[in-house]
């Protein structure tokens, strides 16, 4: 079973001139331990894609068709406060902008470990080394997922 897995992805955004289609049919997997690159042009619906596997898609933008799952688990059935509790715990985003997301000064892996440690009730120091032991995986620029325990 896939870390994520991502089936014919379809979010749209409508309004007054009509419907936009931002993604339309994406579809990938995430292995445990897998790095996986989303690339394209800008506008090409790289962020609305990280945002819909979150779930933050906000109106007039809206998830109309697709699977998403998530260690086995159907994220479009979740409630908002099963995904609420799911974020920053087992899958986040890093976003694009690095400047907003991401201190150039600091290792990322340091940044990470402040990631977990911030919304992780931890008995033990969370390091660079204690993520890297986890599995973390990266879609860069997108999505963060961790593996493992």
């Known amino acids: 079973m896939a870390l994520l897995e991502v089936e014919n992805l379809k979010a749209h955004f409508f309004g007054r001139r009509g419907v936009t289609k931002a993604v339309d049919g994406v579809s990938f997997t995430v292995e445990k331990g897998e790095i996986v690159g989303i690339v394209g042009e800008s506008g090409s619906g790289k962020s609305v894609t990280s945002l819909s596997v979150l ?28 995904m609420r509790q799911l974020r920053g715990r087992r899958i986040s985003m890093i976003f694009q902008e690095p400047g907003t997301s991401m201190n150039p000064v600091r290792k ?18 969370v390091s660079t080394r204690w993520v ?7 879609v860069w620029g997108s999505v963060m997922a961790r593996g493992g325990g």
């Not at 998403?68 to 688990?73: S, V």
């Not at 890297?132 to 990266?138: A, D, I």
């Open 55 to 82: 779930r933050l898609v906000d109106a007039p933008g809206k998830i109309v068709d697709g699977a998403i799952r998530f260690e086995g688990r159907d994220l479009l059935a979740m409630s908002r406060e099963e």
């Open 108 to 125: 990322v892996g340091f940044q990470i470990a402040e990631a977990i440690r911030s919304h992780e009730r931890v008995r033990h120091p």
């Open 132 to 138: 890297h032991q986890r599995q973390v995986v990266c």
